[in-house]
């Protein structure tokens, strides 16, 4: 039985075949033949194949469709006569189909084993397209140019019936400049005649505007007369604006004042430029009614008044920014003065040393109640030994300090 052994081939693909590749074929007679690949492979893939013996794979066999068919007893051998018969008929069969395929692969343009054509140059045809897609793109082309012709005929007729009326058109313009009458009387060479004449006419009005022209000479030269008259007027101008540099302080020509030696006039400036400092400088200064003063205030040491007075202290004006400044309020008969943690109140005294603001030392001592008793004081907490308000009124403004020497709380 001949044996054919695969088992050991690693997966045949029509792409990787070369001339050079065979399949070893042994007829058990240790006769050896062989076959090339791309010969087998071909030609199994546009011819069946019968085989009447057996064939053994030592490896696995996979089919993705079905195997049917009726298949030959096993027991079936072919002899190496009947098998170089066939591998023979197969090599004539794969040399028809190559005439066959060779001839439209060269007429194809292609590489063999190509899908589809390369890129075209002039891009009418898709890339990559397959015959069908060329022959697609070709027609459809061809259609267009059709519909283009047929556009180019229709306009070719649409000029010849143009041109017919230029023609006639000309036929006019030479009736318009020769005329319609022998004599042309009617057409435009008659015209440029009348022009002529006209022409003719202005000269002739051109010789009277000659005559005004000597008038105009003896205008101008009374004209010249007024000017020297002028000219004059104008040395006594000279005079004058000569006058007015003096008086501005700065050479002639100057274009700005010069140098001041005060701090408010800019050096080297314009008149406006000058004015418009001294005039912001007298905004600065404060006005006699409601001064509002933006820098320090320096006076001479003398017996200066300056009042702060308030009806109320609630209409102090906040003291932010503003410590140091000395405010009075009527209602409370005391003056304050401003710090950072507000407007602290003033301790007073009367002419006679008298302190008469005892209620705001005695806030600030910490003490906010007076009692007319020790045991009014006792029962509010103060023990004995504690220093406590006395007041024959129950007020702080009358009250003197003293302590509780007997009633405990």
Known sequence: MATIRVSSLPEIKVDRITDDDYYIVNDGDITTSKLSFKQMV?????????????????????????????FPNTGDVYTKTEIDALLYALEQYDVSQDDKLNPLIVLSGEPEGTSAYRDFPKGIISSQAT????????????????????????AGDDTDAEIVDLASRIVDLESSVNGPS???????????????????????????????????????????TDIASLKAGSINNDASTQALVTLSGVPNLSTSLGTFTGTIITDNATNKSALQEIE??????????????????????ASNVVPSYYTVKSSFPSPTGGEGHFAYANAEKA???????????????????????????????????????????????????????????????????????????
């Open 131 to 154: 015959c069908r897609q060329a022959l697609t793109d070709l027609e459809a082309y061809a259609s267009d140019n059709r519909e283009l012709i047929d556009d180019l005929t229709d």
């Open 335 to 409: 003056g304050y003065v401003s710090t950072s943690n507000g407007w602290e109140r003033i301790v007073s005294y009367d002419d006679t040393d008298t302190i008469v603001d005892r209620t705001a030392i005695f806030n600030m001592l910490g003490y906010t109640q007076a009692f007319t008793t020790e045991s009014a004081a006792a029962a509010s907490g103060v023990a004995i030994g504690d220093v406590y308000v006395y007041s024959a009124t129950n007020v702080l403004a009358d009250g003197i300090l003293r302590t509780n020497m007997f009633t405990s709380p």
């Open 280 to 301: 912001t400088e007298v905004d600065k200064k404060a006005p006699i009614d409601n001064p509002t003063f933006t820098t320090k205030i320096t006076a001479p040491r």
């Open 182 to 224: 022998a004599n042309g009387t009617d057409g435009l060479l008659y015209d440029v005649s009348e022009l002529k004449s006209t022409v003719s006419d202005l000269v002739t009005t051109v010789g009277a505007h000659e005559i005004s022209i000597v008038d105009h000479e003896t205008r101008i030269s009374t004209n010249e």
């Open 42 to 70: 071909l030609g199994i893939a546009q011819k069946d194949i019968d085989f009447s013996g057996d064939i053994k794979f030592s490896g696995d066999v996979e089919f993705t469709g079905d195997a049917t068919g009726p």
